[in-house]
């Protein structure tokens, strides 16, 4: 398969979550706005990884209009919180991250990023904040980031807890017609 390809794929699966495409969790982009507003920095954005944690799909939100980027996750800040699923803080990405892809595509100074959890143990998500020029993040822009990426966090869950119960309801139709 060429790169290209499984790039087509992975990012085909990524919009099985609906998290950055569709309406189910309008209010995960009412935090990622206000992620924005109480940092006061320039975006915000939600980012949603596929399956195979190959590829994430950002959903960001500045000056109150969104627009989308895809990127591979492959040697990206993304992928190490991820896999870590701890808070990162980088006040200055040009001197440590430069060749990281959120550099590249969004090209900003300082990044902050916050895993959001699911139903499962792996984060399908992130939560993250941005700027063009460097920041040195305070503890307490680190806590509200967490809180608020808990908050999206509450909502997949309910989504998928939501979800389960109708193919519940689904089946138990089925079975009594």
């Known amino acids: 398969m060429t790169i290209e390809r499984d790039f087509g794929l992975a990012q085909a699966k990524v919009h099985r979550f609906d998290l950055v495409d569709g309406p189910p969790l309008r209010g ?24 195979l944690a190959s590829v994430a799909k950002l959903r960001i939100a500045s000056n109150s209009k969104y627009r989308n980027e895809t990127f591979l996750l492959s040697g990206s800040i993304s992928s190490e919180a991820r896999e870590t699923g701890a808070t990162t803080a980088i006040d200055d990405l040009s001197r440590t991250h430069a060749d990281t892809p959120e550099a590249s595509i969004l090209g900003i100074g300082s990044f902050l990023i916050s895993p959001v959890f699911g139903a499962a143990d792996n984060p399908p998500a ?52």
Request: hydrophobic share 50%; proline share 0%; net charge negative.
């Open 28 to 51: 995960a982009n009412t935090v990622v706005a206000n992620a924005a507003r109480l940092l006061g920095v320039d975006c915000a954005a939600l980012i949603v990884f596929d399956e």
């Open 126 to 177: 992130a939560l993250s904040v941005f700027q063009v020029r460097q920041r040195a993040w305070q503890e307490r822009d680190i806590q509200l980031l967490k809180d608020l990426a808990h908050l999206v966090s509450q909502e997949l869950v309910l989504k998928a807890s939501l979800d389960a119960l109708r193919i519940l309801n689904d089946e138990r139709s089925t079975r009594v017609s």
